[in-house]
């Protein structure tokens, strides 16, 4: 619910940890528990970004940092000429484009969307990309979780030689400082 909700992290993250976590090396989780709750998490999350939209509409981007961050108005522009052009097609389009979903969510309630027809293409757009990304995890989760493991290392790697590099700027930055 809180990544459908603007959590900076994607909703895709949540997903494949569950179907790892359901996966038959690992049985963690009952798989139709977790698909159901992976399910009804986005669904509930992308309901109540189209409420927001709804319901407080362009007044709230004005007057609160955080959505006007989600949506600035350029992104409201160009996302309002999807919507002219392509209609619902955008929401099926946007359910795969992290980073993008919020905003689309919330212009739809801006917009007046018809909460039936947002609700229907929502329920078969996150079906198909729920079901696929939680199944390609459940059947191959040795793997995606070998992925996972390599890019852990790779991560740390990059952090450490990154937090090394800040050190370094950050005493010669000090040092010349103190000359002048």
């Not at 049985?27 to 509930?44: K, Q």
């Not at 981007?61 to 309002?80: G, W, Y």
């Not at 905003?103 to 996150?126: E, M, N, Q, S």
């Not at 990309?129 to 991560?155: C, N, P």
Request: aromatic share 12%; hydrophobic share 50%; charged share 20%.
């Amino acid at each position: 619910i809180l990544t459908g909700c603007g959590l900076p992290i994607p909703e895709e993250v949540a997903i494949v940890a569950a179907g790892c976590l359901a996966a038959p090396e690992k049985n963690l989780l009952d798989p139709w528990l977790a698909l159901g709750s992976c399910f009804i998490g986005a669904i509930v999350g992308d309901v109540i970004m189209y409420a927001i939209g709804r319901k407080f509409g362009r007044r709230l981007l004005q007057k609160q940092a955080f959505f006007s961050s989600i949506l600035s108005p350029e992104k409201e522009q160009h996302i309002e000429e999807m919507f002219t052009k392509h209609g619902l097609k955008v929401l099926f389009v946007s359910r795969f484009l992290i980073g993008i979903r919020s905003p689309i969510y919330i212009t739809a309630g801006i917009l007046k969307v018809p909460f039936k027809r947002f609700v229907l293409v929502d329920l078969f757009c996150a079906g198909v990309m729920i079901t696929a990304f939680f199944g390609l995890a459940y059947f191959y989760s040795d793997k995606v979780l070998g992925w996972i493991r390599g890019a852990e290392t790779a991560v740390t790697i990059s952090v450490l030689l990154l937090a090394v590099a800040a050190l370094v700027g950050y005493r010669i930055y000090r040092k010349r400082r103190a000359r002048h």
